[in-house]
């Protein structure tokens, strides 16, 4: 299995302003996932995050709003742009391999609470 | 679309009973069903999955699902709760050649001493 780690675990940020939240995997992975957890609701997905070149975005989120890096196999970066109290919620990163004993899996991430005031 | 529908928002069982909890799914491909458990505080963790295969799956801490095509349905169970499975479930599915993962409501799981 894969594990996932993202920085920062927590950050209270004010309206206006972006934060950057980065996603690491422990190995090599086919595919990564940005997922926003409003509170007290669901999972919904964001974004596919391609190595090297532009994310593909789900119906409603776009690359203005949540502009996403990934420049390997190992690592990526979730933009929060120009924040809202809206934008208050837990966003996580997941992965998964298109092969091996792990296949039809994703791992998730602890996921990254955001507070916009 | 492939879907997903928890049928209970909030379960509430005695220590040392039965669980189950419920979810349909809809799906115009042969799908793979997940279920998810998310402990407070804490990131997703898969506790079991059905691929096409068996269509009963085992999964971690004593949960098993049972895949029922003719009623569409991948319920979760377990014999006998435990205090440390107070937590939100979820029940994910998956298209199959397609890797992105829909997510149910979430069902809530409180357990009484």
């Known amino acids: 299995s894969a594990v996932i780690s993202q920085k920062p675990s927590r950050d209270i940020c004010q309206r206006g302003t972006s934060l950057t939240i980065q996603c690491q995997v422990d190995?090599?992975?086919?595919?990564m996932f940005w997922y926003r957890q409003q509170p007290g609701q669901s999972l919904t997905l964001i974004a596919t995050?391609?190595?090297?070149?532009?994310?593909?975005?789900e119906s409603g989120f776009v690359i203005d709003k949540f502009p996403i890096s990934r420049p390997n196999l190992t690592f990526s970066t979730l933009t929060v742009s120009n924040m809202s109290p809206e934008d208050s919620s837990i966003y996580l990163c997941?992965?998964?391999?298109?092969?091996?004993?792990?296949?039809?899996?994703?791992?998730f991430g602890p996921g990254t609470r955001l507070t916009v005031l | 679309a492939q879907s997903v529908t928890q049928l209970d928002s909030h379960v509430s069982v005695s220590e040392g009973t039965p669980v189950l909890l419920r979810c349909n799914y809809s799906?115009?491909?042969?799908?793979?069903l997940f279920w998810y458990v998310q402990h407070p505080n804490k990131g997703l963790q898969l506790l079991l999955k059905?691929?096409?295969?068996?269509?009963l799956v085992k999964g971690i801490n004593g949960f098993e699902a049972e895949f029922k095509k003719s009623e569409t349905s991948f319920h979760l169970t377990k014999p006998s709760a435990h205090m440390s499975d107070a937590a939100e479930y979820f029940c994910?599915?998956?298209?199959?050649?397609?890797?992105?993962?829909?997510f149910g409501a979430g069902t809530t799981v409180t357990v009484r001493a």
């Open positions: 997941s992965a998964g391999t298109s092969g091996g004993p792990n296949i039809n899996e994703q791992f």
């Open positions: 190995s090599q992975v086919t595919m």
């Open positions: 994910v599915v998956r298209k199959t050649n397609d890797y992105k993962l829909s």
């Open positions: 995050a391609n190595q090297g070149s532009e994310a593909t975005y």
């Open positions: 799906s115009s491909y042969s799908p793979s």
């Open positions: 059905y691929t096409s295969a068996a269509t």
